[in-house]
T-cell receptor, first 116, second 111 residues
């Protein structure tokens, strides 16, 4: 299994500012995933980050709002840009592990952002 | 869009009772997984059941899968206060290569 460290664990931000979330994995992985969990909701995939190429964004998410970096096989960042109160969510980093031929996700502890 | 829908959305039981959560999905899957999320934290993988399996056990967890009805259930036996968490089903959809999460069931186990 992989251990994922994510920071910050929580932050309170002002409207219009940007915040970068960091995700560090203790082993090399090909793909890293960024999810958003709005209050009381399920997880929505924002994008998939591959090392050496641009991130692949899901419908409804754009690079200008959620730029992602993936400089190596153990690290990724997600920036939430020009924040508004609607961006208040838990942001989760995850990696995919293959267990008996099936893909299983391991998650970081999440970054809880509150935008005022 | 969400692939899975859990039922009930909230469940409150006494310690020692069994808890059953259900999940329905819409398209063909490779497998279905259950995850637990303690309040405001990351998700932890609990158990996976493949599309050709009907039942699986892991400790106090029992998962069933009915592909004809596109539904699954998670049973937690002899519940403990520490089982208090949100439980999500997630489907590995054929051809999609990404895991999609349901809306979750919030379980409260009262000591």
């Amino acid at each position: 299994s992989a251990v994922i460290s994510q920071k910050p664990s929580r932050d309170i931000c002002q409207r219009g500012t940007s915040l970068t979330i960091q995700c560090q994995v203790d082993s090399q992985v090909t793909m890293m995933f960024w999810y958003r969990q709005q209050p009381g909701q399920s997880l929505t995939l924002i994008a998939t980050a591959n090392q050496g190429s641009e991130a692949t964004y899901e419908s409804g998410f754009v690079i200008d709002k959620f730029p992602i970096s993936r400089p190596n096989l153990t690290f990724s960042t997600l920036t939430v840009s020009n924040m508004s109160p609607e961006d208040s969510s838990i942001y989760l980093c995850s990696v995919e592990l293959t267990v008996s031929g099936a893909n299983v996700l391991t998650f970081g502890a999440g970054s809880r952002l509150t935008v005022l | 869009s969400q692939q899975g829908e859990e039922d009930p959305q909230a469940l409150s039981i006494q310690e020692g009772e069994n808890a059953t959560m259900n999940c329905s999905y819409k398209t063909s899957i490779n497998n279905l997984q259950w995850y637990r999320q303690n309040s405001g934290r990351g998700l932890v993988h609990l158990i996976l059941i493949r599309s050709n399996e009907r039942e699986k056990h892991s400790g106090r967890l029992r998962v069933t899968l009915d592909t004809s009805k596109k539904s699954s259930s998670l049973l937690i036996t002899a519940s403990r206060a520490a089982d208090t968490a949100s439980y999500f089903c997630a489907t590995d959809v054929r051809g999609y290569q990404k895991v999609t999460f349901g809306i979750g069931t919030k379980l409260q186990v009262i000591p």
